[in-house]
């Protein structure tokens, strides 16, 4: 064991780290308030806001009811007037009912208003597959918001950045989604005591390589870092990029990288067609880094179906560390 | 014994000279919209418009009570709305004319035009749009231990969107201080509220929100002052949401691109005849508020205001080119 390492590493799971983050701003800012459904005595569909009613009341940890275009509202509005809400959607697909409140006004209310509102919502976003929750409740639809100037969005995939970005999130003036990925919250690792923020807009290297650049975000981050070590194993040596922001997007970061490796592969769980991949794919086609390209840029996304049910379906349906290993090999091997 | 005062309720409630501003407001909407009319027509206006002429009452007895404290979100027909809680007009010339001296530095427009400090947190393009927002705020006073309330126009068309349905239930079950102001013209757009409501009186489904819900003639002054004088109290006193139901009507058409194949010329003028600015200058007069010459200064200054607020607006300078993503987010 390494010498240097400490001992005293205060772990916790993405869940939790996600909930001391709620805590410690409650405890700071009075005009912080969780709303969401059932996130009261229940504790949220995950278990995420747990026993925070307890600590901080149900006039601070509010049940909405079942009304996500009106509960967005709510929170839209009361965001523009003092307060700081932080609205849970149950599942990120139910936000496709508030895209009204989202897109329409908490978005755009700073710039139709010249300057004069301020909109400091946070959305968190349950997100991804891998529960069997089939077609409704398991979609990763992150890029959809991306294309919406207004919004920031993000990705955390450790407990880590679940927290510091949960805090920077409420330090941001602006509306920022944060999109968990439900198979992240019972993960642990490393956090942090006390107060820090993850900076929005910035991307990681989670590890140096020198032959193909993986970008990845969220749960896939892990499975890209699993496949670069089975890589490593075989003489491949892959650059793993944790997205962690989707909008702003850290151009330099994956640039930079890819002039390093010359090769570049997205990894995302969202429908591949006009998602993440295609932005980070044309943001490198157009500038200089494409130069230094030695193979196609190669996409990795989800299949073109909804989130199937059956088992070995919905697992074949979004990219898995085999699959993510094999493309990768093909790419570095010229065989695409 | 003293005899029962039977004056109108606003000329009992409000001093001389708070009738006397609120018939000039009223006035500097109606010249407002016409100087919009004319400004658009002269092609120093693009996009569309939604004007409110016929409506003013509801506009400005809504706003009566309300202080700069007070909060109201406001429809694509907002024009009267934001003149009613206290905008000025050259600002709101200079939005429309795309100027960096409007409210809203030009990115704005007719269709957002706000007035935050004095309370209006915009008008909406979307339809409904405005409804779980001022339930928002609402929630604010409430969480903030302030007594502000939160008027919340919207039209008759908004009633049957799901958001009205969502934000009324939960200002109920929360007991928020909001009033809901449905200014229903009849029409939403060209379909009229008997094809696209199931209740005649829109008010009646504040039975399903359990709070109470009152249908007024919106076209006098006295009625929708009294209305929301009663809504008000009950929402400062914390007892929750009211809904009240403004009947007027719009003698315009929906927008620029209306040809008014929906509805007869007679029933347009027949609404012309119960003209909410004629009919309120006449109840001043009656009760010695006014007099003729008095009422006639109210109206002039009002034209005076629009012509110097469309100077303004001319004379403003334009938004620089590159500053077209400025305001999507803060500026640090």
Redesign the interface.
Known sequence: MNAQAPTDLRTLSYAEAIREAMAIAMEADPTVILMGEDIGVYGGAFQVTLDLIDRFGPDRVMDTPISELGGAGVAVGAALTGLKPIFEFQFSDFAMLAMEQIVNQAAKLRYMLGGEASVPVVFRLPAGSGTGAAAQHSQSIEAWFGHVPGLKVLQPATPEDAKGMLLAALADPDPVMIFEHKLLYKMKGHVPAGSYLTPIGKALLRRAGTDVTIVAGSIMLHRALEAAEKLAAEGISAEVIDLRSIRPIDHETILASVRKTGRLMVVYEGVKAFGVGAEISAMVAESDAFDYLDAPILRLGGADAPVPYNPDLERASVPQVDTIEAAARRLVRREV | MTLPDNRPFAIRHFAPAALREALKKMYLIRRFEEGAEDSYMRGLIHGTMHLSIGQEASAMATCMELTDND?I?STHRGHGHCIAKGAEVGRMFAEFFGKET???????GSM?I?D?KTGN??A???VG?G???????????K??GKSDVTVCFFGDGANNE??F???L??AA?WKLPVIFVCENNGYGMSTSTARSTAVTHIADRAAAYAMPGVTVDGNDFSAVAFAMHTAIARARAGEGPSLVENLTYRWRGHSKSDRNRYRSKDEIEDWMTRDPIARFRAELIAHGILDEAGAEAVAAEAIADVQAGIEFARSSTAPSISEV???????V
Not at chain 2, 131 to 141: D, E, F, Q, R
Not at chain 2, 325 to 331: C, G, I, L, M, S
């Open positions: 909060k979100t409007g409210y809203c530095h030009g990115r704005g957002h706000a935050v947190l915009g909406n393009g979307i749009g409804l779980p927002i001022a339930v928002g705020a609402a929630l604010s006073a969480r903030l799901g958001a349905h969502e934000a239930n939960m079950v993503t400025r305001y999507v987010y803060a500026e």
